[in-house]
């Protein structure tokens, strides 16, 4: 227990000590979904629901892809339709 006890900590303060790494890591990471959501969207002309809307290509539920676009702030310049039919 104190072994693993000890492996623990010593993550954790790995992972501490290279948190600025971690945070560019993440950074690309959110960029890049940025980016396959806006080009979705734009597949889309920007429809989110039905056969050809860009949650469909994404292979995601609708919602699951309004929340994304929220925390990624993606929408607000762009014409997208969030229910069928409707701008």
Do not use: W
């Amino acid at each position: 227990l104190k072994l693993l006890t000890g492996m623990l900590f010593k993550f954790l303060d790995n992972a501490l000590a290279h948190h600025a790494h971690f945070a560019d890591a993440l950074d690309t990471l959110l960029s890049i979904q940025k980016r396959i959501i806006e080009s979705a969207l734009q597949k889309s002309k920007g429809k989110i629901y039905g056969p050809q809307g860009a949650a469909n290509l994404l292979k995601i539920k609708p919602s699951t892809l309004q929340g994304k676009m929220k925390k990624l702030g993606i929408g607000g310049d762009l014409n997208v339709t969030s229910e069928i039919g409707c701008v």
